[in-house]
């Protein structure tokens, strides 16, 4: 697979054995928070309706990131 992507081994093996972005970290927060409150407001919110959800949860967060 490294060859067909033109990756070398070693780069793809330092590659997984990074930690993880604070980012990454913080996205996997919200997609915890968002699964939640999808589920409580009926399973079809809109994104400003999860957004306002959020932001009373002082989850300060863009419409955009929700939808990503």
């Known amino acids: ?3 067909c992507l ?4 070693s780069g793809y093996y330092k590659f997984k054995k990074r930690q993880k972005s604070a980012h990454d970290v ?4 919200l997609e915890i928070l968002i699964v939640k409150l999808f ?3 009926g399973g079809n919110p ?3 309706s ?3 959800h959020l932001a009373a949860l002082e989850q300060k967060v ?3 990131r929700i939808v990503a």
């Open 1 to 3: 697979m490294c060859k």
């Open 6 to 9: 033109g990756v070398s081994e």
């Open 26 to 29: 913080r996205d996997e927060e």
């Open 39 to 41: 589920k409580e407001l």
């Open 46 to 48: 809109g994104t400003r």
């Open 50 to 52: 999860l957004r306002g």
């Open 62 to 64: 863009s419409r955009r």
